[in-house]
């Protein structure tokens, strides 16, 4: 069977009779971002002449003009005039929109998932690894369910929309302390993206107050947090303090030397315990290496591609990193150089001619760039800047940064959008436009700290939640109005089910007990999956089972009576029949048949309780063929659920309705599970029947 580069290979000697597929030099590159797009333009412009195929692989089929993403969240330029598509950019190369998954440098080829979603290959003469960086937001628990990224344009779009739709609410709301938490934003990040989006936020918002009559600036707090004790690190000195008191002046406020610890759906938590609440967070921390980079078996620091002077990646010949996924020192002053878009571009450039210069038989060039400065905006026609060693602040810094990332947009037809939209936006008013677009339900995750409410009794059930870490309370108000605790869930469990399945409001509230992750699943989801699976409609509804008497309060307060009755008072002695392990199958099935049973326990030489055998557990034998030799340790139900004299009569009945059963073992200890007798759920029902519920049952009345 011929391999798939093979036959890409004869589909581009079809292309182009007049030369020889198997002789042409084949680039590839992997990623479309500021280096890999200016290696591939120059390596198009160089080899224009020579049979030489250039592979650009790039999951978004445009390229993402970063420097101007704060000012799409502003609303200052719309989206389409920092996107440019890479066909049209790059003519003369072959953008694929497919993921690369591995690099095999031994053979020299790419792995990557094919359109149809099966493994391809393709072989390479040079490849250039451009892939940059990917988010990391768990590196802060709950910041990856609560805070908004700052990495694509759909992040930046989301985020916009989300800081209108806060407005609208908050010109709604009747709560003053609400109105004032949809109205605080925090962003998590004094870096130039966390300066820029705080500084584009806060003039979003107050250019706008004059279309809303219900809320005044007093009650809008825009907060950015740096754990630091100043922003902007890529700056001189002088030019942070200028930028923090110009932000600060126009009402940005600033917590430094602050360290965010968590994030939830009611803000994030610093790292001395104060809570910075607010509906919006945004988070421009946290980046790792792309899982192609971790899968790379060659010299990483950091998570960054160690490289040769000229960009090798180091122990290989035909392997080139640039940009931020490669670590590159700069010749010119012996620095590491940034993971800027300046750097980048430079570094796509001379990776492209150092390829060229392998090509032609050339000596290669380590890479030397020195850099022009930097320009950071800060809001309100401010800005800070050094430009070949001049430190420029305020309105002529923000002049000069607008010129400069005007000029350096990829194309002109991105140059007259940006322009256009930056003279709009100095006569009329900024776009407050909020589509409101029905999102497909899927399952998501969510943080909680300790103390943080769920979901309160009341409220209409929107969601199903399944605990991975952490615990959570459910407590129930009784007549007074007084709050009980009735049940407390732990990693594996779930609730919010009753509810949904009732159609009705929460019956109760739920509280994180601890810090807690859990799934959640909407409704619709819920009832979906439900609908259509078995096993998990079932484990629901046992569920159901065990939890609607301790939910409703007067069967809570008549189940707890069990508290108080001792476990001796329900036990009876253990049955004098029983299996061994050495038991068989065949010997199993006679003695059910012999003794008419519904379970039969398994004890060892000393009579610890082993295991038991129920009906379903002979079925599920015979199903799997078991032959009647098989010994009972194969198919018994190893290490059953057992209480223990010490344990109470309420803990017994619980554990029978958690795990629907109608019986429970009594061991004598948790160490020594010895056999020592037996409790009957119906024996516990009948004595809660014959009991008048005596008014302690009810303390509330």
């Not at 589909?11 to 680039?27: D, L």
């Not at 219900?214 to 700056?235: A, G, K």
């Amino acid at each position: 069977m011929k391999r798939f580069d093979q036959l890409d290979w004869q589909a581009e000697a079809r292309r182009r009779p007049n030369r020889q597929a198997m002789s042409m030099t084949r680039i590839i590159i992997v990623g479309g971002g500021f280096a890999g797009v200016k290696c591939a333009r120059a390596l198009r412009k160089r080899l224009s002449a020579n049979p030489c195929e250039i592979v650009l692989f790039s999951l978004e089929n445009n390229m993402v003009f970063y420097p101007l993403l704060a000012e799409v969240v502003g609303a200052a330029i719309n989206p389409g005039a920092v996107t440019v598509p890479l066909r049209q950019m790059l003519p003369g190369v072959r953008c694929r929109t497919e993921e690369v998954r591995q690099i095999n440098l031994a053979a020299s080829e790419v792995e990557y998932e094919g359109y149809d979603g099966r493994l391809c290959r393709m072989t390479f003469d040079h490849a250039v690894l451009a892939c940059g960086t990917a988010v990391n937001l768990s590196m802060v628990p709950g910041m990856a369910d609560h805070a908004f990224p700052m990495k694509s344009v759909g992040d930046a779009m989301a985020l916009r929309f989300h800081v209108t739709e806060q407005l609208e609410k908050a010109d709604v709301c009747d709560d003053p302390e609400r109105r004032r938490w949809y109205l605080s934003f925090v962003v998590v990040g004094g870096g130039f993206t966390g300066v820029e989006v705080a500084g584009e936020i806060n003039d979003l918002i107050r250019a706008s107050m004059r279309f809303y009559g219900n809320f005044t600036t007093d009650e809008v707090t825009v907060t950015l947090v740096h754990s630091r004790d100043q922003i902007l690190p890529e700056v001189s000195p002088t030019l942070r303090e200028f930028a923090r008191a110009k932000m600060e002046q126009a009402g940005i406020h600033m917590m430094l030397n602050a360290r965010a610890v968590s994030a939830t759906a009611e803000g994030v938590e610093m790292h001395d315990g104060r809570i910075l609440r607010g509906a919006t967070v945004v988070c421009t921390i946290g980046t790792t290496a792309p899982l192609l980079v971790h899968r790379l078996d060659v010299p990483k620091k950091g998570g960054r591609l160690l490289t040769d002077p000229d960009m090798r990646v180091r122990g290989t010949s035909n392997l080139w990193a640039v940009g931020d996924c490669a670590l590159v020192v700069n010749a010119y002053d012996g620095q590491i150089s940034p993971t800027t878009g300046q750097f980048a571009e430079r570094q796509g450039r001379q990776a492209a001619e150092n390829i060229v210069r392998v090509l032609q038989g050339q000596s290669t060039r380590p890479f030397s760039y020195r850099p022009l400065g930097q320009l950071c905006g800060i809001g309100e026609r401010n800005a800070v800047g050094e430009i070949l060693g001049v430190r420029l602040s305020g309105f002529p810094a923000w002049w000069l940064w607008r010129t400069v990332y005007l000029l350096k947009s990829p194309s002109w037809s991105r140059r007259l959008k940006v322009a256009f939209d930056w003279t709009w936006e100095l006569f009329f008013p900024r776009d407050l436009t909020h589509p409101k677009i029905n999102q497909t339900e899927r399952i998501a995750r969510a943080h909680y700290r300790s103390g943080d409410s769920i979901f309160v009794e009341g409220e209409p059930a929107m969601s199903f939640y399944a605990i991975e870490q952490g615990e959570v309370e459910v407590l129930r108000r009784g007549p007074t109005g007084q709050q009980h605790l009735v049940a407390v869930f732990g990693p594996g469990e779930f609730f919010g089910e009753i509810a949904l399945l009732d159609g009705t409001v929460r019956i109760g509230s739920v509280r994180a007990r601890s810090a807690v992750e859990v799934l959640v699943m909407g409704k619709e989801v819920f009832s979906t999956i439900s609908g259509a699976l078995t096993p998990f409609r079932n484990l629901v509804a046992q569920a159901l089972r065990w939890r609607r008497p301790r939910l409703d309060l007067r069967l809570s307060h008549a189940w707890t009576a069990l508290q108080r009755q001792p476990l001796s008072a329900f036990m009876e002695a253990a049955p004098n029949h029983h299996l061994s392990l050495e038991n068989t199958f065949e010997d199993t099935v006679r003695m059910f048949d012999r003794l008419a049973v519904e379970y039969l326990s398994v004890l060892d030489e000393k009579g610890r309780l082993e295991g038991i055998v129920t009906r379903n557990e002979l079925f599920e034998a015979f199903a799997q063929g078991k032959k009647p030799s098989t010994k009972v340790r194969e198919f018994m139900r190893a290490d059953p659920v057992a209480v223990t004299p010490d344990d109470t009569s309420l803990m017994a009945g619980e554990l029978m309705n958690k795990h629907d059963i109608d019986w429970l073992p009594v061991v004598e200890s948790k160490n020594n599970r010895c056999l020592i007798g037996l409790v009957r759920s119906e024996k516990m029902l009948r004595w809660l029947v014959e009991q008048s519920p005596p008014d302690s049952w009810y303390p509330d009345r």
